[in-house]
């Protein structure tokens, strides 16, 4: 089974940043898509980021995260980045990293996920 781990969440103040990252392991090929979800408390898992395989990754955001974060990928050692900038309170979040080896598209939905990590909690005070 694919193992995911997320690293790099915290406290912050708004307006700062962070970078979350995630790296899977346990498998020896590489996903074709990993991305990031967000769950705040009493709310739905909701997509924020992914980063899918091509020429250069293609890259899908939210609209409430557009221009703010940026996802990225090293595909070679299946590591997915979220750089996180100009954090506001409603970003404040447990953040999930997800992947998939199958082809999966839109890749935007939770159901196009196949492995999960354990979150890592974001908390962004105003």
């Known amino acids: 089974q694919v193992q995911l781990v997320e690293s790099g969440g915290g406290l912050v103040q708004a307006g700062d940043s962070l970078r979350l990252s995630c790296a899977a392991s346990?498998?020896?090929?590489?996903?074709?898509?990993m991305g990031w979800f967000r769950q705040a408390p009493g709310k739905e898992r909701k997509f924020v980021a992914a980063?899918?395989?091509?020429?250069?990754?293609?890259?899908y955001y939210a609209d409430s995260v557009k221009g703010r974060f940026t996802i990225s990928r090293d595909n070679a050692k299946n590591i997915v980045y979220l750089q996180m900038n100009s954090l506001k309170p409603e970003d404040t979040a447990v953040y999930y990293c997800t992947a998939v080896a199958r082809r999966a598209p839109p890749f935007t939905r939770i159901s196009d996920y196949d492995y999960w990590g354990q979150g890592t909690q974001v908390t962004v005070s105003s």
């Open positions: 346990g498998r020896t090929f590489s996903m074709s898509a």
């Open positions: 980063a899918v395989n091509g020429r250069g990754d293609i890259t």
